[in-house]
């Protein structure tokens, strides 16, 4: 909204030029997204308290989880809106990337509304079934996959880049599609699982989010993408205020989700962020990367599908619980330290993720 005003404003107040520029324009709208989740976020608690909308616990996990039946859910609320809001009031709103992020955020929003309301407020412990789940993310990834597929202009835009290896890139063409879509839906549950402890999926979330805001910017200037050599993507860099916004209405959903917690994001949250990040991730040929940065990600859902297939196969499990943060938890560690090692890795592999800038 912002930038469509600027070009009217700036004969009477010239200093709004600088509103401008794509940085100057993600800081606002991190700060604007920060400052709209502290703001409501107590008013937000005391709403789900009243209505009694708080989280069950399983009886077969750690026992320390106990306390925090109750507590409310749901607060993924407050995320998508700080981002939406904040998007719409700094995003250049006439580039389709924007659109595209914020459907597939609002679309898998309103899936884990779904499945948190029939939870918490129908009572129904099994909320949406894992096959209407999965049916309502498949519609909404393939609508995306195949818009982006449709409005590419390169065959840059649909290959597959290989980090830190100079001008590889293997042609996807039509395979872009259910590629995009794996990458999609298979980020926004995995960051579904890792929601297990407190603020354990909002930190990655935001650093993973922030990083991908720097290759968005990076890969939206023709220069900066040619001197970096990776795809030039153009119009994503308006993607760095919707990373930005992420980053910032995650911090500030942080302020109340960190241990103990307050408040718990749920699937409305959870699943929403993972589709933000997968689909930005695809936008800006940074899949790879992706699986690099969200380690911690991949490394909770590759625990579920190894206990799973473990106890299939062999009716033994290989953890003492999944996803893994569960199976640290049992083993001794307090919660907090799970918690914190599990953002020290993040930080280091977000950072080893960004090095494939210059790394080739």
């Given amino acids: 909204m912002i930038p469509e005003l600027i070009p009217w404003l700036t004969p009477w107040f010239s200093g709004l030029n600088a509103f401008s520029y794509i940085t100057l324009r993600a800081i606002m709208g991190a700060l ?18 009243r209505r009694q909308i708080g989280q069950t616990v399983r009886d077969d996990g750690p026992q320390t989880h106990l306390q925090k039946a109750g507590t409310p859910t749901m607060g993924g609320t407050l995320i998508l809106l700080a981002i939406l809001v904040s ?4 995003a250049n709103l006439r580039s389709v990337y924007v659109w595209v992020v914020v459907g597939v955020t609002l679309s898998y929003g309103l899936i884990g509304f779904a499945d948190d309301y029939r939870k918490l407020v129908q009572k129904n412990p099994k909320g949406l079934s894992a096959r209407e789940k999965l049916f309502w993310q498949t519609i909404v990834a393939l609508a995306a996959a195949g818009l982006l597929y449709a409005t590419a202009d390169t065959p840059q835009e649909t290959a597959l880049l ?9 042609p996807l063409g039509v395979l872009f599609i259910p590629f995009a879509y794996v990458v999609i839906v298979g980020t926004s549950n995995a960051v579904n699982l890792t929601d297990g ?12 989010g922030g990083a991908l805001g720097i290759f968005a910017y990076a890969a939206g200037n023709a220069i900066f993408a ?10 994503a860099g308006e993607l760095l205020v919707f990373c930005a916004a992420l980053a910032g209405a995650g911090l500030g959903f942080l302020w109340f989700n960190a241990y103990p917690a307050q408040v718990f994001m749920g699937d409305i949250g959870a699943l929403a962020l993972g589709g933000a990040l997968g689909t930005v991730a695809v936008i800006v040929r940074q899949e790879l990367v992706l699986l690099i940065m969200g380690g911690i990600f991949v490394a909770e859902t590759v625990s579920v599908m190894m206990q799973v297939a473990s106890f299939r196969l062999t ?31 993040t930080v280091i592999l977000v950072l080893v993720g960004l090095s494939s800038l210059k790394i080739r």
Avoid: Q
């Fill in 32 to 49: 604007t997204a920060l400052s709209l989740s502290l703001f409501l976020g107590p008013k937000l608690i005391r709403r789900l308290t």
């Fill in 87 to 90: 998007t719409l009031l700094w």
């Fill in 162 to 170: 290989i980090p830190y290896l100079k001008n590889v890139m293997i």
């Fill in 197 to 208: 402890l407190d603020g354990l999926a909002i930190m990655p979330s935001v650093l993973v």
């Fill in 226 to 235: 040619r001197y970096l050599g990776i795809p030039h993507v153009a119009g």
């Fill in 315 to 345: 009716g033994k499990r290989i953890f003492r619980m999944a996803p893994l943060h569960h199976h640290f938890e049992l083993k001794g560690w307090a919660e907090p330290k799970v918690i914190v090692r599990f953002w020290i890795i």
